[in-house]
C-alpha cells in the first residue's frame, strides 16, 4: 500500500503511532495529531497530545506514569508548589526543557508545525508530526462545572465532572495545515488510532475541508474501548454521561459515514454483527512493543484489503 494518514491524539493513539512507525517508513506514513488540549500554562505553550507522540515516537515515554517522559525527576514542580504556585499540572523537569523550547521557538516566529518539527529531529524522530492545525484551537467541556477548559477538565478536576458535550473555539476560522492537505492529495488511506473519539479525533474531523477529504479514501478505526473499559482515559465515562453505551460498537456508530472498516478487541468480537462496517477483532491491548508492532500489521493489512475491494 502506498501513503497512509494515521489520526491521533493521546497515549492510546501514541501506542499505535509507535507499531506504525516500524513498519511504515517516513515515506508512507504521516501523524496527524490532535492540538485542542493545548494551552497556556505558566507562561508556557504546552501540546500534551503531540508530546505524548513524540515522546512513543522516540521510545522516551514514561512507562510508570503512563504519560510523560521517562527518567522525569520533579524539582521544579515541586518547588513551585511549595512557593503556593500552581502545580495541578505535572510538569517535570525533562518535559518542562521541552516546552521552554517549543515556547521560544513559537515567540521566534516559527510556526507550531515547524516547532514541532525542529523538536522531533533533535530527538532523532523521522516520521513528520503534524499538528492538525498551526491556528489555536481549544477544547471546551461542557460539564455539571460550567464550560471548562479541557485540561482543566482533564487533570484539574481529573476528569470527575459529568460531561453533557463539547466544542471547540477557534475551529471556524482554523485551517489544517498544509502538510496535512498535500499528503491528502496522493494518500491511499487513513487508520484513526484507538483516542478518544470525542476530544481527540473530532476536533480534527471538524476541520474545514478536513472531513470532506477524507470521505473519498478508505478510512478505518482502532476501538479505543475494549470489554466496556477505555484502556486509557476518560472515553467510556464521557459514553455514559452522553447516554450512550460504553461499548465499542457506540464508538463504530459515532465514526458512522466516516469510516469503511473498523477494528475492535478479541474479546469484543461478539459484536461485530452489531457494527455496520466491515469489522475485524484482533488483540489491541498494547503492552510491549511487539503489541504495538502486531496491532499495526493488522491495521495496515486491513486498510489494503479495504482498499483492494473498492470498485
Known sequence: MGKILALTGGVG?????????????????????????????????ISPDIDSLTYALAQQNNTETGWGRAGESWHFIETLGALGGEDWFRLGDKDLALHTQRTQLLRAGSTLTEATAAIASSM??????????NDPVRTIVHCDLGDLAFQHYFVRE????????????????????????????????????????????????????????????????????VGGIAIKGPAAKMLQELNMPATAVAVADHYRGLIDGFVIDQDDAHLASQIQVPTISTPSVMVTLDDRINLAQVCVNFLTSLRASEP
Open 13 to 45: 493513539g501514541a501506542k499505535l503511532a509507535l507499531g506504525l512507525s516500524q513498519i511504515l517508513d517516513p515515506t508512507e506514513l504521516l501523524f496527524a495529531v490532535n492540538t485542542g488540549d493545548d494551552f497556556e500554562h505558566l507562561g508556557l505553550h
Open 124 to 133: 532523532g524522530i523521522q516520521h513528520t508530526i503534524a499538528p492538525m492545525s
Open 158 to 225: 481529573r476528569c470527575a465532572p459529568s460531561v453533557s458535550g463539547f466544542s471547540f473555539s477557534g475551529i471556524a476560522n482554523a485551517q489544517l495545515n498544509p502538510l496535512i492537505s498535500n499528503w491528502l492529495a496522493d494518500c491511499e488511506g487513513v487508520i484513526i488510532c484507538p483516542s478518544n473519539p470525542f476530544v481527540s479525533v473530532d476536533p480534527m474531523l471538524q476541520l474545514k475541508a478536513f472531513g470532506d477529504a477524507l470521505e473519498s479514501l478508505p478510512v478505518i478505526a482502532v476501538s479505543p474501548i
